[in-house]
């Protein structure tokens, strides 16, 4: 768990560090079509004097005209970790709840053995792929004919344990209707890649102008698709979900040497960005990369964890309270609490290295091939964390970091009042008030517990609900009251809006 934590505690601190530095740049919007853009420049003054010395000459030179055909292959079938960063992108699930719907789809044998490292499929099974990828489209309402290519998706060399993740035959005769939400958004993945995957590579041509004006260099790029290939499917089974599609700018068909006239010209402001926060997706992702140049050939699970164990490292670092979740209910960053900046700030650097991982995967190689004795491995860990526990001195200052946050003041004795594990509790000894998290009373109103909540009750002694339900299962609206009883303990009542 540890250098998962110092991966984000690194990120956030690179995010502060960060300066940003303005830049500018010159766009001139060509009369034959497209924009071309000048190099960036540090300095304004140096590119208002590039705009004018443009705007002056009013046309571009056409230096270079290059035309490339590319491809974009199929993608993978899925991995767990894969399905997981799919899920938290374009649906906003934690991979602990893609996990989970993944188990449940798995225990209703509508998808294979979810908890897998690879992505591609054993020989055996591709006699009968065809059949399973034309039951799925019929699932989907998928009408139209498609591309089944499934020597793209065999290889049993880089299959594990377990093949890649697949919709089963079951799921044909299915009523998919009837299933959970986040249980049909993932198996709707799941099918969506696997019909993908088969398909063919999607096709386009990249054009790059090169022109000069007023003796600065000028670029332009244009791309046309050739064929849509894969992408069909993608966009006919998530069309929703991936967004409206960015249109590609179209290069006018100009010959070397020729001149072209400008409609207008722009200075153009932009600042350099720093990193991003993690979110769910990319730090899976950075866990399955990391330390991946320090592993040794052969090493069959890289980076940190393995699928079945990233999801449960992420949820236990935010029970723990060293990380967070912060965003709206799609996109949501995990960033480093202060207990576990203060973690990090005073753990040895050898166990927040994912080096360490990678040797240790290294050794774990070794003792399979029997070039290495497992007590061996044992004891070389025994007399690391001995010696790092003779050598490691306490930071000063410790202590006070790891001080847990202070949300409000006691409602009863008027002392701080902190967050733990499992509720918000009165920092006086003495004092008995406390909030828990898994509490019965906002359990009953079909709720629970959070920050946001305990923070108002605290403040102001009361929190408004929305869409509390009955015992009946009827919805309404009210607000808790928070008081105390004599001996300290919370207790709360109800304002109704309405009735039940």
């Known amino acids: ?6 991966m984000t505690v690194v990120r956030e601190a690179a995010i502060a560090a960060f300066v940003p530095e303005k830049f500018y740049t010159v766009a001139l919007t060509l009369a034959d079509g497209g924009t071309a853009s000048s190099k960036r420049f540090a300095q304004k003054a140096d590119a208002e004097l590039l705009l004018s010395k443009c705007r002056k000459e009013g046309r571009v030179t056409v230096q270079k005209m290059e035309r490339k055909e590319k491809s974009e292959s199929p993608p993978q079938l899925y991995d767990l970790t894969a399905l997981q960063r799919d899920a938290n992108r374009l649906f906003g699930f934690t991979a602990q709840q893609t996990l989970d719907y993944a188990q449940s789809l798995y225990e209703k044998r509508l998808i294979t053995y979810p908890r897998t490292d690879s992505r591609f499929l054993t020989e055996d099974m591709a006699a009968s792929l065809p059949g399973l990828a034309t039951d799925v489209g019929k699932a989907f309402a998928v009408e139209e004919p498609f591309s089944i290519h499934v020597q793209q998706v065999i290889n049993g060399s880089k299959v594990t344990d377990h093949h890649a993740l697949l919709p089963t035959k079951s799921m044909a005769n299915a009523d998919l209707a009837a299933l959970p939400a986040g249980e049909r958004n993932v198996l709707r993945l799941i099918a969506a890649r696997l ?6 590579p999607h096709r386009y041509a990249e054009t ?3 022109t000069i004006c007023a003796g600065e260099e000028f670029s332009a790029k244009g791309k046309v698709v050739l064929s849509e290939g894969w992408k069909t499917m993608e966009r006919k089974m998530l069309g929703e979900l991936l967004g409206k599609q960015k249109e590609s700018a179209v290069l006018p068909d100009v010959q070397e040497q020729s001149q072209c006239s400008v409609t207008s010209a722009e200075l153009k402001e932009g600042q350099t960005s720093p990193p ?3 979110t769910e997706d990319t730090l899976l992702s950075a866990m399955q990369a990391a330390g991946a140049d320090s592993m040794p050939e052969g090493v069959e699970r890289q980076g940190i964890g393995t699928p079945a164990t990233r999801a449960a490292t992420i949820e236990k670092l935010v029970q723990k309270g060293f990380l967070e979740r912060k965003g709206n209910k799609k996109t949501k960053v995990l960033l480093p ?3 576990g900046k203060a973690l990090i700030t005073v753990m040895p650097e050898e166990i927040q290295s994912p080096e360490m991982t990678a040797d240790w995967e ?3 190689l070794q003792i399979e091939r029997s070039e290495m004795d497992p007590e061996t491995f044992m004891n070389e860990i025994k007399e690391m964390i001995s010696s790092l526990v003779k050598t490691t001195e306490a930071a000063k200052g410790a202590n006070a970091l790891m001080k847990n946050k ?3 003041i006691c409602p009863n004795c008027g002392k701080p009042v902190v967050e733990r594990e499992k509720g918000w509790f009165c920092e006086n000894r003495e004092c008995r008030f ?7 009373f906002f359990k009953r109103l079909g709720k629970r517990l959070d920050g946001r909540m305990a923070d108002k009750l605290l403040r102001d002694g009361r929190v408004r609900l929305k869409d509390c339900k009955s015992a009946k299962g009827k919805t309404y609206n009210a607000t808790v009251l928070l008081g105390t009883e004599a001996d300290g303990r919370s207790k709360f009542s109800l304002e109704f809006e309405g009735g039940c």
């Open 1 to 6: 768990m540890t250098p998962v934590l110092a």
């Open 195 to 200: 019909l993908c995957a088969v398909g063919e």
């Open 208 to 210: 790059t102008l090169t």
């Open 276 to 278: 991003k926060s993690y």
């Open 337 to 339: 609490t202060d207990k």
């Open 362 to 364: 290294a050794k774990l």
């Open 406 to 408: 202070i949300i409000g």
């Open 434 to 440: 406390v909030l828990w998290k898994d509490n019965a």
